[in-house]
């Protein structure tokens, strides 16, 4: 099938008119009635039939209108991709991924990434929102995935990916385990695992305060792999975000949802890169996410 052709009839059918197709595609309109008659005689069936107020089309032109418009979107995607890997045969995407938001929702991400655009090695940092924030702003990373804490910034697209909910990861030991839900007042004896250095530990804590309303005791986790140890240990909970809303229990943590309100506690995931930057890596990234939390 001609391309070219099937871009004109996709054309004509969106502007419902063959003098508003030449015109925007700066051909006569002989020209391009004889391209679209090409097409049908290369296909072997009429594609639309003309009459006095225009053209009416047949169910294989509406057909094809539809698939067409698809195709023509995943040849240009195509392009780009060759284009893109011809420019970047050494490319890398530096992600910096705040800690505790999405995690299980990127690693599928990034898995299936990866598979996709393997020419691309990708390296990541996570840390608390401060330190991604800045290594974002400051070209350490190129891409920034996490929830939303102060105004957006003018110097960055700022992509919305979906919702995540607040689950608590808690010791099969711990008595609280045995929930369907936690509050925050199910948890005001229990002490709270914070992830960050010495430095930032105070932060941290004050906008467990505010965003999650918890005012006892934080014990601090350099790494979330300390923090899950932490957490078998029955030392404290863990406060997580992703798109799981039902309680999960892998034989040692429970993860349970956490509720305010009655409803469970909810927050955004984004992701923040530079503008004029590899707008083009980033936005596949931010796709893949997306798909990956529908």
Known sequence: MN???????????????????????????????????????????PLMIRNRKGFELTQAGKYLYIEGKNIIANIKEIENHVTYISKNNNKELKIGHVVNYGYQELKKA?????????????LIKDGTHDTISANNINDVTDIMIGDQRKAFSDRLNNVYIGDLYYSIKISNANNLSTKKALTINDL???????????????????????????????????????ANLMVAANIGFLPVASKQKEKIDDGSIATIPLLKNNTILRSELYGFYKKLSDEFTCQKLIKIIKDVME
């Open 3 to 45: 391309i070219r052709n099937l871009e004109y009839f996709i054309k004509v059918v969106d502007t419902n008119s063959f003098t508003k197709a030449a015109e925007e595609l700066f051909i006569s309109q002989s020209a391009i009635s004889q391209q679209i008659k090409a097409l049908e005689d290369e296909l072997g069936f």
């Open 110 to 122: 990034l898995r299936i990434f990866s598979a996709k655009y393997p020419e691309i090695k990708i």
């Open 188 to 226: 005001k004896d229990q002490n709270c695992i914070v992830i960050a250095s010495r430095e930032e530990f105070a932060k941290e804590i004050e906008f467990m305060k505010t965003k999650l309303g918890f005012d006892g005791d934080c014990i601090y986790a350099t790494t979330l792999t300390e």
